[in-house]
């Protein structure tokens, strides 16, 4: 079946500081890869998606870069800010399916 | 204007009653969905509608009953609620499936907690 892995939290950083959050994927055919985030006491937002091998996504200074060779889809930021603060998910659609399969999520805090 | 709106936001109530959230989307999409996350943040499909028709029916209880009386709404009705359905629930629609990538736009959930 389809599963996504993502790093265990929470990730506490400074303010400024490079993100790297790892997520891996297992699936049958070419899936999707999403990243959605969840501010707190908010529902889910799409940050980033990519639909093929070598496709990046970017948003809000956040990018991921879909690899099919490492079955990854790790994000990155250059620089956050605590506004970053927030639980991130990794999600996959697999082939032409309307289902949503999530990792565990990550947690996020950012200090000053 | 919200895309996928839901309501109530917050839900508390007792065991054993009945409840229902109400989902709403003026996308223009074929599909709607309900997620549930649970006290660990973990989310899972509950169910998915097209064309007001059931296509995902994940393992979930029967006391859980979506309607959807037209493509823009999808209900949940809870019978006989238990502690264990306290959980935030997620409403979210895309267009007909099939097409790659097509985004899943989601509510900004319902926070249910029994007690």
């Known amino acids: 079946g389809n599963s996504v892995t993502q790093m265990e939290g929470p990730v506490t950083l400074s303010e400024e500081a490079f993100l790297t959050i790892n997520c891996t994927y297992t699936a049958t055919g070419y899936p999707s890869l999403f990243w959605y985030v969840q501010y707190p006491g908010e529902g889910l937002q799409l940050l980033l998606k990519?639909?093929?091998?070598?496709d990046k996504g970017s948003n809000k200074g956040f990018e991921a870069t879909y690899r099919k060779e490492t079955t990854s889809f790790h994000l990155e930021k250059g620089s956050v800010q605590v506004s970053d603060s927030a639980v991130y998910f990794c999600a996959l659609r697999a082939g032409g399916g309307n289902k949503l399969t999530f990792g565990t999520g990550t947690q996020l805090k950012v200090e000053l | 204007d919200t895309a996928v709106s839901q309501t109530p936001k917050y839900l508390v109530t007792q065991m054993g009653n009945d409840k229902s959230i109400k989902c709403e989307q003026n996308l223009g999409h074929d599909t709607m969905y309900w997620y549930k996350q649970d006290s660990k943040k973990f989310l899972k499909i509950m169910f998915s509608?097209?064309?007001?028709?059931?296509?995902i029916n994940e393992t979930v209880p029967n006391r859980f009953s979506p309607k959807s009386p037209d493509k823009a709404h999808l209900n949940l009705h809870i019978n006989s609620l238990e502690l264990g359905d306290s959980a935030v629930y997620f409403c979210?629609?895309?267009?007909?499936?099939?097409?790659?990538?097509?985004?899943?736009?989601f509510g900004e959930g319902s926070w249910l907690t029994v007690v």
């Open positions: 509608y097209n064309n007001k028709e059931l296509i």
């Open positions: 979210a629609s895309s267009q007909t499936p099939g097409g790659i990538g097509n985004t899943i736009y």
């Open positions: 990519a639909t093929k091998a070598d």
